[in-house]
């Protein structure tokens, strides 16, 4: 989405900041044990999660996905990551992740949210080996992004696209699957793109009960796909570990899911570009 007229934007700021609109971005900061949110946020959070009672569980697991998939790709040797629809800061952030195990990674954050772009631009801070960058785009304009991350990442070498819990804020009709193909040309092979994405085949008799109270307050829009739909953002790419499945299956076998015994309404999963 290309900005606006300043008197545009400062709407938008403004509804952003407006403590009495929920927004996805506090609410979501309230589901993972966050300070950043207000009554309205809390309220609106605790509605869906009438419907959806393990959201606290899915934004748990959503941060260790994070973690461990940015883990795993600097252990292959990925230094450059591209965070998109970043959300609020909370403990290991990209950066830190990477940065812990390499010092020279770069990494830029990507949000359309003041919310988020002020609170990013205030804590978080990059080695002094490595990069990091925060942008004011949006996934629906993935040229301006891919101009603009081009002055901290080197797009000759591989990077990493991480799109975690943000591509169901954007419907059909804004083309998210063209946005995510965009993206993926503009890196080089041996890149990497890492989805999560809300399911609205798991429990699915209680999710449009979800989305409607969720969209009837919220600043922006939640759209909940299947996993058929969520596997067109993988089209041309290689699915690597356990490929495209239910967030509570990313660690089957293991003691690391958090107590998820049954599916939650998210999937997730990585692949490279062959």
């Not at 989405?1 to 506090?26: F, K």
């Not at 998109?84 to 020279?104: C, F, M, S, W, Y």
């Not at 990077?159 to 943000?166: E, K, N, P, Q, T």
Request: aromatic share 8%; charged share 20%.
């Amino acid at each position: 989405m290309t900005q606006g007229a300043p008197q545009e934007q400062d709407v938008a700021a403004g509804l952003a900041l407006d403590p009495s609109v929920p927004n996805p971005a506090r609410i979501w900061n309230y589901w993972v044990g966050g300070k950043d949110h207000f009554d309205a946020d809390r309220a609106l959070a605790e509605q869906f999660g009438q419907v959806v009672p393990k959201m606290p569980l899915i934004a748990r697991l959503t941060r260790q996905f994070l973690a461990d998939t940015v883990s795993q790709l600097v252990a292959d040797g990925i230094r450059q990551f591209l965070d998109i629809g970043t959300g609020l800061p909370t403990a290991d952030n990209t950066h830190e992740v990477a940065q812990r195990a390499a010092p020279e990674s770069r990494i830029v954050y990507v949000d359309n949210d003041p919310v988020v772009l002020a609170h990013a631009r205030a804590l978080l801070t990059s080695s002094s080996e490595g990069s990091t960058a925060y942008l004011d785009a949006d996934i629906r304009d993935p040229a301006k992004i891919i101009a603009q991350a081009a002055e901290t990442l080197d797009f000759s070498q591989p990077i990493a696209v991480l799109l975690i819990a943000v591509l169901h804020f954007v419907p059909d009709s804004d083309d998210p699957f063209g946005a995510v193909t965009t993206l993926m040309e503009a890196v080089p092979s041996g890149s990497y793109l890492a989805v999560l994405h809300g399911a609205s085949d798991v429990g699915s008799d209680d999710m449009p009960e979800a989305e409607r109270r969720y969209n009837a307050q919220a600043s922006a829009q939640f759209h909940a796909r299947d996993r058929e739909h969520v596997s067109r953002f993988f089209d041309g790419l290689d699915l690597v570990g356990p490929g495209l499945v239910n967030l509570s299956h990313w660690w089957q076998g293991t003691s690391a899911n958090g107590g998820a015994d049954t599916e939650v309404a998210a999937y997730c999963g990585i692949a490279r570009k062959p």
